[in-house]
């Protein structure tokens, strides 16, 4: 996996001090850009190398060593080998490998051409049979490593053709440009530069399928796996080496096998028919440099290696030990129905080990103070002495004891703002709404208030509500940022600095005094971006207001002054989304440039960027405790990243087109996620497993919110719908044993239509946004559309 050519100069790799004792701040000086890379930089990562010419080939590093000296047999070797290029028609690999051996003398570029080279061979004349250029090249492999010393040559022996291996100093490619470097777009292609004769891989590819078709059905549906990464590699195998017609009949001849889920990806891939088409491909690259993920049986993969090897099947065993990446597991193979649960993303499953990481999804403890009891309120006091009960953001299992949780991670993990005064007072009065709230369920749903915007000629993209439903923002693709009060209390903006000096400080109302009746309105507008508006978050205080825009910054807004404090610019694409940490002070954004970053309002520059996504970074979700971020992605994928170290802690895979809307269970221990197949898949976070599927929406669900308490699950979708699912029995009895959680032997059980509790239409409107308010009603906003 890449990390992005666009960004070069921003991904720093920032190693903690050994000598400090505390865990790196996150309000590190604003260049300090954490990057988190799952994989090594992938020029260096597959042993890719450009050679003189822009061709590229794998390299295994051989381990640095003294320089031989040029030894008769050397020579004998290279020239050999240079003869056995020059039969086999083989002339780029001839000349590289004459090249390198002048390394070694001048000479013997010349002598390979003599006829004394030319009898070295050993038979009579130079022609050696097939066994003894074999027989050669199992020597020369040794030999020519040995005798090239410290650099890294090798030669390869592939059938029918031989491909032949730059040697190349460590640390360096061909054109002096360090391996560390962004991926070259030519040295990426060049790997498909292999000799295998066009006309077999039609017969190669149907040689394959049928073995797998007649195989055990216990075996043929993880066998099956392989069908789409070889189609792929082979047909752009066949178009880089310019077999145009060849790659076109492949296509046709085994595009219809795929499955139904891949059908974007082969519409793109279609209109690759020549080879100058790969160069700029996005796509392309993607499958290039990342390792397809399969995650096979251990006896599965033997009967594949068998094949393979008993028909001497090379084309196809050299794509998959150089492509493909086989997770093999111990244990009896999966079901048809288990595996098309987790596949379908752009690099296949996640690996094993990827979900392996502890994540601490526990809450982090609430600070305590007094909460004043009014006259009002006596008769509820019996609720009000149990407010930990009833505290938003939790549910009833994680929040009964004041005990900190045993899976939270240290208060001071991360550092997290300080309460203010005013913070304080939002937390009593959200204690007291707590203490009213409905408990809902299965028996008692929640009323639903829809919020349709009219007049926005599909306009709206984006909503936010405030944690206190007091305000909605929309975000428009006329570039505007639009406010409205929900409540009766209009907005109103502060004074000017000449009228603000002659308040009384010490006055009870000075918060009252210090605004402006002359500014009240219902509706805001906060002009400033240059483009469709993606994204929006209100701050838990409500103090500020986030919003992210196609002209790829990030803006702060003041909801005291209406204005804008700050442009964040990092993204150089489009950014997608943008929230605010549920704490405030953090926030992070994602967009088309593949990466999410972590920000700080009071830094300019990213404190984290988190690298990894193959396609843009769609959604964008804080776990309630601040310390991870989840991500969605248009490559299919969900990753979660951890905020103090910015590595990737999870990946779930298992959607079949880009997700579009994430949420966190109130007590942080599940993830729902909803994507444009129109499935919502339930996620645990502790075991890194898929534990449910809700199947209902039939068009992508663009949002989706828990219940204050954690009961009930809502989802909204562009099929006009709001449905609410049981998210209690949902999770309740997982399976999540250590055997499932080492193999992904995940048995999702048919119940979506038991656990759906509820469907509501609109008219025309699709559903962008749903909240829940402190007392659970359910919110849902939507732009109405005529068609």
């Known amino acids: 996996m890449a990390a992005l050519p666009e960004e070069p100069a921003e991904v720093v790799a920032v190693k903690p001090d050994p000598d400090a004792g505390t865990p790196p701040q996150l309000t590190a000086a604003p260049p ?457 209390k209009k907005l109103r903006s502060v004074k000017t600095a000449a009228d603000l000096s002659l308040i009384d400080k010490e006055s009870d109302d000075v918060l009252e005094r210090i605004m402006d009746e002359k500014t009240a309105s219902e509706l805001k507008i906060l002009y400033g971006h240059s483009g469709p508006v993606y994204g929006t978050s209100f701050s838990p205080d409500r103090n500020y207001l986030l919003s992210c825009s196609e002209d790829g910054t990030v803006r702060l807004w003041s909801l005291q002054t209406f204005t804008c404090l700050v442009g964040y610019k990092g993204h150089n694409y489009p950014v997608w989304d943008t929230q605010f940490s549920p704490y405030g002070y953090y926030f992070v954004s994602g967009g088309h440039d593949r990466v999410a970053r972590l920000w700080a309002t009071d830094h300019y520059q990213p404190l984290r960027i988190f690298a990894g996504h193959l396609a843009d970074v769609t959604c964008t979700r804080f776990h309630p405790n601040s310390n991870y971020i989840a991500t969605g992605s248009a490559d299919r994928t969900v990753r979660l990243w951890d905020v103090l170290n910015g590595n990737c802690v999870r990946i779930f895979t298992g959607h079949k087109g880009p997700i579009h809307s994430l949420a966190f269970s109130p007590n942080g221990r599940f993830l729902a996620t909803g994507a444009t197949d129109g499935r919502v898949l339930l996620w645990d976070i502790g075991h890194g497993l898929m534990v449910g599927e809700l199947k209902g929406h039939t068009d992508t669900v663009y949002a989706l919110r828990f219940s204050r308490d954690g009961e009930i699950l809502a989802s909204g979708s562009m099929d006009n719908t709001v449905r609410l699912w049981d998210a209690v029995k949902a999770f309740e009895d997982l399976e999540t044993d250590d055997f499932t959680t080492a193999t992904g032997h995940i048995n999702l059980p048919e119940n979506s239509q038991d656990l759906l509790l509820g469907t509501y239409m609109t008219k025309s409107t699709p559903v962008v946004h749903l909240h829940f308010t402190r007392r659970n009603l359910l919110l849902a906003a939507g732009a109405y559309s005529s068609q």
């Open 32 to 488: 300090a850009a954490v990057v988190a890379t799952p994989a090594a930089p992938p020029a260096a990562a597959e042993g890719e190398v450009a050679g003189s010419g822009g061709d590229a080939a794998p390299v295994k590093p051989a381990a640095p060593g003294p320089a031989a000296s040029p030894t008769a047999l050397d020579r004998q070797t290279l020239v050999a080998v240079l003869q056995f290029l020059r039969r086999s028609n083989l002339r780029e690999s001839e000349e590289i490998l004459r090249r390198e051996a002048r390394l070694l003398g001048d000479d013997l570029g010349a002598a390979a051409l003599s006829p004394a080279g030319a009898g070295l061979l050993g038979a009579p004349g130079g022609d050696a049979d097939a066994a003894g250029g074999e027989a050669l090249l199992s020597r020369v492999t040794t030999a020519a490593a040995a005798a090239i010393g410290g650099s890294a040559a090798t030669v390869a022996s592939s059938s029918p053709g031989v491909a032949a291996v730059a040697a190349v100093p460590p640390g360096k490619v061909g054109g002096g440009v360090a391996v560390e470097d962004q991926p070259d777009v030519s040295a990426v292609l060049s790997a498909y530069n292999q000799q295998g004769d066009p006309t077999l891989y039609e017969e190669y590819y149907s040689g394959l399928k049928h073995f797998i078709e007649c195989s055990l059905d216990c075996h043929r549906a993880e066998l099956s796996q392989l069908f789409y990464p070889l189609f792929v590699h082979m047909y752009l195998e066949l178009v880089y080496n310019q077999h145009e017609s060849e790659a076109k009949s492949f296509f046709e001849r085994f595009h219809g096998d795929q499955e139904c889920y891949y059908q974007d990806d082969l519409r793109v891939l279609s209109s690759l028919t020549k080879k100058e088409h790969m160069k700029g491909n996005e796509t392309m690259l993607d499958f290039r440099t990342s390792k397809f993920v399969l995650r096979i049986s251990r006896d599965s993969y033997q009967l594949l290696k068998r094949h393979l090897q008993e028909k001497q099947n090379n084309q196809i065993w050299n794509i998959v030990q150089e492509h493909l990446y086989i997770d093999i597991f111990d244990g009896m193979p999966r079901s048809k129905q288990q595996i098309d649960a987790m596949v379908g993303s752009l690099a296949g499953e996640a690996k094993r080990e990827a979900n392996k990481a502890k994540v601490f999804f526990g809450l982090l403890k609430e600070p305590e103070f007094d909460v004043p009891l009014d006259d009002e309120d006596e008769e509820g006091e019996n609720e009000e002495g149990k407010p930990k009960k009833k505290k938003p953001k939790k549910d009833s299992g994680g929040s009964k004891s004041k005990k900190q949780d045993p899976n939270a991670p240290p208060q001071n993990r991360i550092p997290l703002p300080e309460l203010k005064d005013s913070d304080k007072l939002d937390k009593v009065m959200n204690m007291k709404e707590a203490a009213r709230r409905v408990r809902l369920g299965p028996e008692c749903l929640p009323s639903i208030c829809f919020y349709t915007f009219l007049n926005a000629y599909q306009g709206l993209t984006a909503v936010d509500i405030t944690d206190d439903s007091s305000m909605i923002v929309g975000g428009f693709a006329d570039s505007t940022v639009r406010v409205w009060s929900v409540t009766p």
